[in-house]
């Protein structure tokens, strides 16, 4: 595979962003044969981009991901199976607060996890409905849209 990344400062303002161009294969005499076929995780291309803002105790940060889609397994046993999921794209944005009480440093942090809510497709597989014994393919997901909280303190 390859890859690249860059950084960049600008005051308080701090962005850093990655592109990766990569080909996973396994080959083994035991699966199709010998022939080389692509991983189940293999991603061909990926993009992540991270911007953060600091000012004194306090950073907010907004990460985004996108990457063509992991391989569909089902391709190879059903005929009108697409070959891939469809692309990933995810965007996360946090902020976080700290603060010095005497001896006690407080941290607060809130955040969002896929802000835009996308339905992320994570892998298919087959299952089997128990009522008519009639096979069929059912998409898993990643993440929806969740937030996040924690506060922690730390005593010396």
Excluded at 16 to 45: C, F, K, Q, Y
Excluded at 75 to 97: H, Q, W
Aim: proline share 4%.
């Amino acid at each position: 595979g390859i890859a690249w990344s860059a950084n960049m400062q600008l005051g308080s303002l701090r962005w850093h962003g990655a592109v990766n161009w990569t080909r996973n294969t396994l080959r083994s005499p035991a699966l199709v044969d010998g022939l080389a076929i692509e991983a189940m995780w293999n991603r061909p291309w990926t993009l992540t981009q991270q911007l953060a803002w600091q000012h004194a105790d306090t950073v907010i940060q907004v990460n985004m991901a996108s990457g063509s889609g992991y391989p569909n397994p089902l391709a190879y046993l059903l005929f009108d199976e697409p070959s891939r999921m469809r692309t990933y794209f995810r965007m996360d944005v946090s902020a976080k607060k700290t603060w010095y009480i005497d001896q006690l440093k407080i941290e607060g942090q809130v955040g969002f996890s896929n802000l835009t809510n996308r339905q992320n497709e994570w892998y298919r597989s087959i299952r089997l409905d128990e009522r008519t014994m009639d096979l069929y393919a059912v998409t898993m997901y990643d993440l929806y849209r969740h937030p996040s909280f924690s506060l922690s303190v730390e005593i010396p």
